[in-house]
């Protein structure tokens, strides 16, 4: 079983749409949560953390529910420029510190 | 935050032969992993490269096929070894400043004929 499981789209969403990105995990003893930003032909770029309480940056709020092990992001009043790929990711540092990465999620916002 | 450079940033090359890619950190970092992203795919964890000892390899990569060393705590260097078409992938460099961010460098893409 993979360690992260995302929907992979592709997520084509008009301009100023709210769109959701679902991750599950299959550790429960997975430590950090993060969702990365990859654009295309680029490298991977931290988004945001994710925390129990969940957090909130501007459009994008990020969520954590432990008990049923799920990550969520939710970006509001999508933006043309948010057009990337989406990428969820753990990590478990007991084990040496590495880090796990869904498989993406591709998003594009479409004027 | 920090700054990877990795080199080469892209090569051509030929079944059966060997590449080195090499990644340097602008400052010391305690642990440095190697990712493999093949097309359309997201990143594989490779190894993690200790400073001081041997590598530590993830299911399915192993030593022989892909040495790694790490001379020095700014710097480390992947091989992949006798190169097959199914070796064409993106090999991306990562550190962790124990700050819970990894920092990648650009990649290096990889092509095999």
């Known amino acids: 079983r993979k360690e992260v499981e995302q929907d992979p789209g592709p997520f084509n969403v008009p301009e100023g749409a709210t769109v959701a990105f679902n991750c599950t995990y299959s550790?429960?003893?997975?430590?950090?949560f993060f969702w990365y930003r990859q654009d295309c032909r680029k490298e991977p770029k931290l988004l945001m953390s994710?925390?129990?309480s969940g957090n909130e940056d501007g459009r994008f709020t990020a969520q954590l529910n432990r008990a049923s092990q799920y990550i969520s992001l939710l970006i509001r009043d999508s933006k043309l420029s948010d057009s990337a790929t989406y990428l969820c990711?753990?990590?478990?540092?007991?084990?040496?510190?590495?880090?796990?990465f869904g498989t993406g999620t591709s998003l594009t916002v479409i004027p | 935050s920090a700054v990877i450079s990795q080199k080469p940033s892209r090569d051509i090359c030929q079944r059966g032969t060997s590449l080195t890619i090499q990644c340097q950190v602008d400052?010391?970092?305690?642990?440095m992993f190697w990712y493999r992203q093949q097309p359309g795919q997201s990143l594989t964890l490779i190894a993690t490269?200790?400073?001081?000892?041997?590598?530590?390899?993830e299911s399915g990569f192993v030593i022989d096929k892909f040495p790694i060393s790490r001379p020095n705590l700014t710097f480390s260097t992947l091989t992949v070894s006798n190169m097959s078409p199914e070796d064409s992938s993106i090999y991306l460099c990562?550190?962790?400043?124990?700050?819970?961010?990894?920092?990648f460098g650009e990649g290096s893409r990889l092509t095999v004929l």
């Open positions: 990562s550190v962790d400043k124990n700050t819970g961010e990894l920092f």
């Open positions: 550790n429960s003893a997975s430590q950090s």
């Open positions: 994710v925390y129990s």
């Open positions: 990711v753990v990590n478990k540092r007991w084990t040496g510190n590495q880090f796990y």
């Open positions: 400052s010391q970092v305690t642990m």
């Open positions: 490269a200790n400073q001081g000892s041997e590598a530590t390899y």
